[in-house]
């Protein structure tokens, strides 16, 4: 069975930091883009960062830019999202993905909140 699964989540205060890991099971996502979006209360899912399977090139939304950083492990079939929190607009279910193709596998999620 191939499965995502984040964690990491948890309280921060701002200015904190924390460490999402988003680890894969079930088959190799070695060649697989690997991407993390958030959705915070009452709004739309958003795009926060992704990261190319063979160059390990990185993009990133706007609004996290130069605070988050998205890396992986090929081997461990992992990534991971550091992030270094400003304010509690952060607040938000954050997700994983994997996507290749037309093909992509979703992590159920973790929670993070950001205290002031």
């Known amino acids: 069975q191939v499965q995502l699964v984040e964690s990491g989540g948890g309280l921060v205060q701002a200015g904190g930091s924390l460490r999402l890991s988003c680890a894969a099971s079930g088959r190799s996502f070695s060649t697989y883009n690997r991407a993390w979006y958030r959705q915070a209360p009452g709004k739309e899912r958003e795009f926060v960062a992704a990261?190319?399977?063979?160059?390990?090139?990185?993009s990133y939304a706007d609004s996290v830019k130069g605070r988050f950083t998205i890396s992986r492990n090929n081997a461990e079939n992992t990534v991971y999202l550091q992030m270094n929190y400003r304010n509690p607009e952060a607040t938000a279910l954050y997700y994983c993905?994997?996507?290749?193709?037309?093909?992509?596998?979703w992590g159920p999620g973790t929670q993070v909140t950001v205290s002031s």
């Open positions: 990261i190319v399977w063979n160059s390990g090139s990185t």
């Open positions: 993905t994997a996507f290749r193709g037309g093909a992509d596998y």
